[in-house]
């Protein structure tokens, strides 16, 4: 599951166009994804919240792998330049408590 996840956080970092983002710290290029800016884990390292709000140049769309993180309560990816709309696995995302994009 870990693995997927992580697919899922390159994807969402390719898909909307990461390397232009306000703020991409340690994005693809730190080992540990919980260092990555705006991702924040459990101990067992499964992504928990997810905070890209605000980062201004988050452009494209959100990948449907996002459904893969499995594990998140917060999803924030509002205020940005986002399009498309919000893909259907975000519905698999069982413990999801708030989303705000």
Do not use: K
Request: hydrophobic share 40%; net charge negative.
């Amino acid at each position: 599951m870990l693995v997927a996840a992580l697919f899922a956080l390159a994807d969402i970092y390719q898909a909307t166009n990461g390397e232009e983002w306000t703020d991409s710290t340690g994005w693809l290029t730190s080992t540990d994804h919980c260092e990555w800016y705006g991702v924040m884990c459990s101990s067992s390292g499964e992504v928990v919240r997810l905070y890209l709000y605000d980062n201004a140049l988050l452009t494209g769309s959100i990948p449907t792998s996002i459904g893969d993180l499995v594990n998140p309560e917060y999803l924030y990816l509002y205020d940005n330049a986002l399009t498309g709309s919000i893909p259907a696995s975000i519905g698999d995302l069982v413990n999801l408590y708030s989303l705000r994009a």
